[in-house]
């Protein structure tokens, strides 16, 4: 059956979740979420992944949110509620990957479209690209828990403006905003700048760039005294560890650094 969502990891370890729907410009419908999430949690289980990319097929549309052609046969409040658990897990635990996630927005983000980006750490545009929080346009709210990531984001006061009126924002405000880090250069496919980004990333210590997230993450609603004690402790921890124990030597040898080698035991 093709559920509209494919999943594939390469050799080293950096794996590709397509959302390619092209003729409902990427929405999700039930198959589709449900794929969504199991492709979720298949990464999760993977261990070999070092860093996971979101993107749509084609150059229209990264993701327009749930497919409403689809949904609209369903409006009880139990088919709300099971749309809000599906995709709502699923995001929580993209937020959990211990690994960089990397949206390469390729076209119109839209309703949960935009949700979805939210949950990366990192987000990627096309110069075309363009953003709205729709929801309110067809009497929802964010339901895949979108409003609180993105106040965390951009600010309340920037998110209360996007959420309230659900304008469309062009790739360069979503920039200045925070919503995005990097528009893609124009003579560049926009996949090959993602897969460039994390590869990037693949080769910088596994280790580290796990602590780091997690660290982010405990930062944005810990206390600063909280968020002291858990850098205190992910610091030692990586201080002795071997990829650090590299860089010191690498340092001394002037040479580069060789991170993550196969004789490290890999807890990820």
Not at 19 to 47: I, K
Not at 75 to 100: C, K, S, W
Request: one cysteine or more.
């Amino acid at each position: 059956m093709n559920t509209g969502i494919h999943l594939h990891i390469d050799d080293k370890g950096l794996a590709l979740l397509q959302v390619d729907r092209p003729e409902a410009r990427n929405a999700l419908n039930w198959v589709a979420q449900e794929a969504f999430a199991a492709a979720v949690t298949a990464v999760a289980q993977a261990t070999q992944v070092r860093a996971l990319i979101i993107t749509g097929s084609g150059d229209k549309a990264f993701v327009a949110g749930g497919d409403l052609k689809e949904l609209a046969d369903h409006p009880t409040p139990e088919a709300g509620a099971r749309l809000n658990r599906v995709m709502g897990t699923a995001l929580a635990q993209l937020t959990e990957l211990p690994i960089p996630v990397i949206a390469a927005v390729n076209g119109d983000a839209f309703g949960g479209g935009c949700e979805i980006l939210t949950a990366c750490d990192l987000r990627l545009a096309a110069p075309h690209a363009r953003f709205s929080f729709a929801q309110v346009k067809v009497g929802l709210t964010s339901g895949w828990g979108g409003t609180g990531r993105l106040v965390r984001l951009i600010g309340q006061s920037h998110a209360m403006e996007l959420l309230l009126t659900g304008r469309l924002v062009d790739a360069p405000e979503a920039l200045r905003l925070g919503l995005i880090h990097r528009i893609a250069p124009t003579d560049t496919p926009l996949q090959q700048t993602a897969v460039a980004w994390a590869n990037e990333l693949i080769n910088l210590p596994h280790h580290a760039l796990a602590a780091t997230k997690a660290l982010v993450h405990t930062a944005g609603h810990a206390t600063l005294v909280e968020t002291y004690w858990q850098e205190s402790k992910l610091f030692a921890n990586l201080w002795a560890a071997p990829d650090h124990l590299e860089a010191l030597v690498a340092f001394r040898e002037k040479r580069p650094p060789r991170f993550n080698q196969p004789s490290e035991t890999d807890h990820r």
